[in-house]
């Protein structure tokens, strides 16, 4: 595989020039069923894969199951704020200074991978209890420039699901 691949295993994410409701309500089940495919990959490694690498400098499988549990956390947030206050400013973070934390490099991931049930199960609760017309509802971006709304954040977080379960399962058949 070259590089490009590598780090994007399922494609690029690609903004939808339209929404439907059957596809928002698709993209929820995947954030729902994305914490067992995961968590099952994961957790039957021992514990000396979590330093393999799905590509040449990449992350670690230890940074990238922290990095999940980051993003979805901060995705929760965005999407709750989103709903319930009007186009509100988000804070990013940097995301490759996270990665190389303390508590990435020493908490076990199958904390994280706990985390990561427990977070999923009351964000897609939260994302289905939302009605069809509020999706349009969004955060601005600061580094975007732009407001982005609930359907794009979800669509985006249902291809990060399967971005990241890629790598994983990348860099446990062919660790770097």
């Not at 076990?108 to 991978?113: D, K």
């Amino acid at each position: 595989m070259d590089l490009e691949a590598l780090k994007y295993p399922v494609g690029k994410w690609s903004k939808p020039t339209d929404y439907q409701s059957g596809e928002i309500k698709k993209w929820i089940e995947e954030i729902r069923d994305f914490p067992a495919a995961f968590c099952d990959l994961l957790e039957a490694l021992p514990e000396s894969s979590f330093s393999f690498r799905y590509r040449p400098e990449g992350w670690t499988l230890r940074q990238l199951a922290h990095h999940v549990v980051d993003s979805h956390m901060n995705a929760y947030i965005r999407h709750k704020l989103a709903y319930t206050e009007s186009e509100p400013t988000i804070t990013p973070y940097k995301e490759n200074l996270w990665a190389d934390l303390a508590d990435v490099q020493t908490v076990p991931v199958r904390n994280s991978l706990q985390l990561l049930r427990d977070l999923h199960l009351r964000w897609t609760v939260f994302l289905n209890s939302i009605e069809a017309d509020a999706y349009t509802r969004g955060f601005y971006h600061p580094e975007h420039k732009r407001v982005i709304s609930l359907q794009e954040s979800i669509g985006m977080y249902a291809w990060h699901c399967r971005h990241h379960l890629a790598h994983a399962q990348l860099a446990i058949q062919n660790p770097h």
